[in-house]
């Protein structure tokens, strides 16, 4: 059987002669894998060769081809990007291959999750000689024990509340908050994170505050909208920052409105092209919203942001306006 690891830390012998097999959506935790076979191997050989190639080039004789012994090292790690592309032709030779693997060769092979190969996934995964390594979708409530585990990793400790502050301010982006924990760790090395040192690096980002803004205009609370208006600009966030939020906030809804409701929930936020936790929002924003409605609304952004990039003598005043705008628009029936 196939074995399952959720955070894998391999050494060589865990990877040559076998095959890695890395299933999933998220593609920040697939590339972790992948980078920590190819650090396996090269710190087993440092003369080893990487080859990377995708799964719809893939033949027999491709792989043939890059598992077999360079002039300069014997030792390859060879990476098969979306494997859901594979050919059906070539299936059979790479089962067969996944089988009896090259003893001085480590085959990591990447699926970007979806039904599509899920066929080939399963007849893989009966092979012993496969490492079964998924990486499945974060709920919106362990994005701050995945933020703790980084910093653990990074050898440090944070707080409950302050991993949740943390994810706060910087989103639900995987890769932004690895960095994020690694900033702070490396400030503070092998000191436990609070909340106010969160809040120190993290807490006042114009982005977060910008989309605060927008988040409230769109949900129709237009003195919320306006005291998070004040807060950024008192702040020293700029106006086209601001504008820009509305403008992603805009494109979201239009996405979402315009999308098929029969999809799943993971497949909608991809085609929405937002995360899981802001399609929530979204969906709730939109209750409020026709239409025409939005189409008003992507025309005030537009001519907010055109007035705040040079044809409006005070920022302050458009962007106030274009608050009252929104929630009036989606308040219309």
């Excluded at 805009?250 to 929405?272: H, N, T």
Aim: aromatic share 4%; glycine share 8%; hydrophobic share 45%.
């Amino acid at each position: 059987m196939a074995e399952t690891r959720s955070a894998p830390a391999p050494r060589a012998a865990d990877v040559l002669g076998r095959v890695t097999l890395v299933t999933g959506k998220e593609e920040f935790l697939n590339e972790r894998t992948v980078s920590a076979v190819r650090a396996a191997v090269r710190a087993h050989d440092d003369m080893s060769e990487l080859t990377e190639t995708t799964a719809s080039d893939l033949t027999l004789a491709t792989l043939g081809e890059m598992s077999a012994p360079s002039l300069f090292s014997s030792t390859r790690c060879v990476v098969v990007r979306s494997l859901e592309q594979l050919p059906e032709e070539s299936v059979d030779g790479l089962l067969e291959y996944a089988a009896a693997p090259v003893d001085d060769v480590a085959l990591v092979l990447v699926h970007g999750g979806g039904p599509k190969g899920s066929g080939t996934l399963t007849k893989l995964r009966k092979l012993s000689s496969v490492v079964d390594v998924r990486s499945g979708e974060l709920k919106a409530s362990e994005y701050p024990a995945f933020v703790s585990a980084e910093v653990r990793l990074l050898g440090a400790k944070i707080d409950q509340e302050a991993a949740t502050t943390l994810v706060q301010s910087v989103g639900q982006d995987l890769r932004s908050l690895a960095a994020a924990a690694h900033q702070l760790t490396n400030d503070f090395p092998g000191q436990t994170l609070t909340v106010d040192r969160v809040k120190q690096y993290f807490g006042g980002r114009a982005e977060a505050k910008s989309f605060a803004v927008a988040d409230a205009a769109f949900s129709g609370h237009p003195r919320q909208a306006l005291e998070e208006l004040r807060w950024a600009i008192d702040g020293g966030t700029a106006a086209v920052l601001v504008t820009s939020a509305f403008a992603a906030g805009a494109r979201g809804l239009a996405r979402y409105q315009g999308a098929p409701r029969a999809m799943r929930e993971a497949d909608l936020a991809r085609e929405v092209g937002v995360p899981p936790w802001k399609l929530r929002s979204i969906r709730d924003q939109s209750r409020g919203w026709s239409p025409e409605g939005l189409a008003a609304a992507i025309r005030a952004v537009a001519q907010a942001d055109a007035d705040v990039k040079g044809a409006a003598s005070d920022a302050a005043y458009t962007l106030e306006r274009l608050v009252l705008t929104i929630t009036r628009l989606r308040d219309a029936r």
